[in-house]
């Protein structure tokens, strides 16, 4: 199992301020060099954190995976065609929401998935889609023939240590076993921090999690080296 850095609000703080500091690069390089396989980051249609010109320093910079999420629009196809990250992951956008609220509906928008990811691929890039643990969704994603999906742990991150939880954790579970056995390369990530990832790490067809906030926020206490670090050897010692 592995572990991408989400570097998306090195750059809200950044934002916050209008400044020049944090550089999200400089996340991502120190996040390297503590261990994390992967960069993460989401550009949005209103730019709120991260932008074109931190994609192309990442791009140009980085040495493991540059994986951009990204609503499926054709600006945003645009933005990955020039950058040619690695991965793109799509994912659901709405203006108005914190985060991201909930996996891509890929029943519904499934004729315009696919030539979107057609297009991707064509270009050599890697292509994700962030999911809900739903069989029914997971199935769609393989007929569209996307590499790789992201199961969202939102639901069960959200909640407190109970019978819900643990239903909302076999929901994730049997989402990943599903996914795996149709071919699906399996990562998940959404709300994970240091505690609650402990027993997602138990379902063992996830290859990788995708972690922001919680990494930035403890980042903020004890420093990006160590808060990296902490959430590899947890992953890597589990």
Do not use: W
């Amino acid at each position: 199992m592995k572990l991408a850095v989400n570097i998306d609000h090195f750059a809200t703080l950044r934002e916050a301020r209008k400044s020049s500091e944090p550089e999200p690069l400089l996340a991502a390089l120190l996040s390297e060099m503590a261990g994390a396989e992967g960069i993460v980051c989401h550009i949005r249609g209103d730019r709120r954190h991260i932008k074109e010109r931190d994609l192309r320093n990442l791009r140009a910079t980085i040495k493991t995976s540059l994986n951009v999420e990204m609503a499926a629009t054709e600006e945003m196809k645009a933005v990955a065609l020039d950058i040619k990250p690695d991965v793109v992951s799509l994912v659901p956008e709405r203006p108005e929401e914190l985060t991201t609220e909930g996996g891509l509906d890929v029943l519904t928008h499934s004729q315009h998935l696919r030539p979107h990811i057609k297009d991707l691929q064509k270009a050599g890039i890697l292509v994700s889609i962030f999911v809900d643990a739903d069989s029914r969704q997971i199935d769609m994603c393989k007929e569209l023939h996307v590499e790789r999906i992201e199961i969202n742990t939102g639901p069960y991150a959200e909640l407190k240590t109970g019978e819900e939880q643990d239903f909302a954790l076999e929901e994730v579970r049997s989402a990943a076993k599903h996914a795996f056995k149709r071919g699906l390369e399996v990562h998940a990530g959404h709300g994970l921090d240091y505690r609650n990832i402990l027993p997602v790490l138990e379902i063992s067809e996830i290859a990788e999690f995708s972690i922001g906030f919680s990494i930035v926020a403890r980042a903020a206490i004890v420093g990006i080296d160590m808060a990296v670090r902490e959430m590899v050897d947890i992953i890597a010692n589990y």
